[in-house]
């Protein structure tokens, strides 16, 4: 999947855990977990409330990318 | 349809009636060897040993959904105290005990109906006991259902509904966050293809038992009724969510 995310060091800046940001963005702590690693591409709704949450814009967490051998 | 797909879909009923023919042709040449009598001696077994089947079911399939109950339990109380590099993987070491717990439990309640289904009416003079044994089974395998989905709502705020109400399905499909869905919903889909093949093995079967043993017709009018419910109740969803 070429949409990579900062998400975890966003909330390492923000100390609080993958629990605490699922609580916030109302989703489980396993959907938070898998947006991280990259294996689960969030909805737009999921994304805004994300950046909303970190007070960040959408870029600054998520940023799409042509994997090269495309 | 250009031509290339006319001729591979012939090309397919030609294998399908040639392996179709092959297989009626072994079994008749089975009932040349009094397989019917085998068969109806599988039956006679079933009949004449189905309290000790009873009580073999809940040894093999309950009691191990039970340990493993157990066993799923610990593991996710443990996740609770888990740094975040573990979370995950006792997550899934929790959540893959407990889809095993409800599978063969499932399978234990279904083994129970399709035995007493099959026996009941046969054997009169134990009818009282396999009828016990029977509600004994479905009783603890519904608990243990309802047990493990209200340990699993422990475990996890979020998920709402009542195990015992009609609506659960719903209410607990609606509690799930949209990553959870939407593997609900893959894994819905992947399991209805793999029943939609399995009827039409089954309706196949049915009718060359049917021609071969006269086994009757009656499972093919359910196995039937099953996939026109299948194909019908598909589109009146896809409808639905046009």
């Known amino acids: 999947m070429p949409l990579y995310n900062t998400l975890k060091v966003q909330r390492a800046k923000a100390g609080i855990n993958q629990g605490k940001l699922g609580e916030l963005a109302g989703v489980s702590r396993q959907t938070i977990s898998s947006i991280e690693r990259g294996e689960y591409n969030p909805s737009i709704t999921l994304v805004l409330k994300l950046a909303q949450i970190f007070n960040v814009t959408v870029e600054e967490i998520f940023n799409y990318k042509e994997d090269s051998n495309e | 349809m250009n031509k290339k797909t006319i001729g591979k879909m012939i090309l397919l009923m030609i294998i399908g009636g040639i ?21 109806g001696e599988i039956g006679d077994f079933f009949v004449d040993n189905s309290i000790a089947i009873y009580i073999v079911l809940a040894v093999v399939l309950f009691l191990p959904a039970l340990y493993h109950f157990q066993k799923g339990k610990a593991v996710l109380i443990s996740v609770e105290e888990a740094t975040e590099e573990d979370y995950d993987e006792l997550e899934k070491k929790g959540s893959r005990i407990f889809d095993n717990v409800i599978t063969i439990n499932s399978v ?51 998920l709402k509904g009542d195990p015992t109400s009609l609506k659960f399905s719903k209410d607990f499909l609606g509690s799930l966050d949209e990553a959870e869905q939407l593997k609900v919903y893959k894994v819905g889909y992947l399991s209805f293809r793999f029943s939609r093949m399995m009827t039409l093995a089954l309706i196949v079967l049915s009718i060359l038992f049917n021609f071969v043993f006269e086994t009757g017709g009656l499972s093919i009018f359910l196995i039937g009724i099953m ?10 969803y896809a409808i639905k969510n046009q």
């Open chain 2, 19 to 39: 392996v179709g023919g092959a297989f009626t042709l072994g079994l008749v040449k089975l009932t040349d060897r009094n397989t019917i009598s085998l068969i």
């Open chain 2, 108 to 158: 234990f309640m279904v083994l129970n109906f399709m035995l007493i289904g099959m026996t009941f009416t046969r054997n009169k003079e134990q009818a009282t006991i396999i009828l016990a044994l029977f509600l004994i089974n479905i009783l603890a395998s519904s608990i243990l259902e309802i047990t493990t989905i209200k340990f699993i709502q422990k475990m996890d705020k979020r």
């Open chain 2, 227 to 236: 996939m026109i419910s299948q194909a019908v109740s598909y589109n009146v």
